[in-house]
């Protein structure tokens, strides 16, 4: 059984940084893409970054592209995104998710954390 358990959010102003972690518990962790989605209130789930299984490849939406860098290190099970000059638009929810079902920017993961909270403030 795949768990992924999210961790670093908190309230940050603008302008700064923040680290998220994600860290996967079962089968071979080497084995999924992984990535990161946000969800603001009152909004869809949408994409942030994604990485292949060797993290040769990344991918990232427009909105964060140059802002957030996405890693993972598959010797500790882990994926995290670092999250540079941070806007009041980037508050949301952010979720880590492993095993895409179709592209790997569309909300067709099979596994889902439970998120951490991001806010930026002004």
């Known amino acids: 059984q795949v768990q992924l358990v999210e961790s670093g959010g908190g309230l940050v102003q603008a302008g700064g940084s923040l680290r998220l972690s994600c860290t996967y518990s079962?089968?071979?962790?080497?084995?999924?893409?992984m990535g990161w989605f946000r969800q603001a209130p009152g909004k869809d789930r949408d994409f942030v970054a994604t990485?292949?299984?060797?993290?040769?490849?990344?991918y990232y939406a427009d909105s964060v592209k140059g802002r957030f860098t996405i890693s993972r290190d598959n010797a500790k099970n882990t994926v995290s995104l670092q999250m540079n000059s941070l806007k009041p638009e980037d508050t949301a929810v952010y979720y880590c998710?492993?095993?895409?079902?179709?592209?790997?920017?569309?909300?067709?993961?099979?596994?889902w954390g439970r998120g951490t909270q991001v806010t930026v403030s002004s």
């Open positions: 998710a492993a095993d895409p079902q179709r592209a790997m920017t569309t909300n067709d993961w099979n596994y």
């Open positions: 079962g089968r071979s962790f080497s084995s999924y893409p």
């Open positions: 990485i292949t299984r060797s993290g040769a490849i990344t």
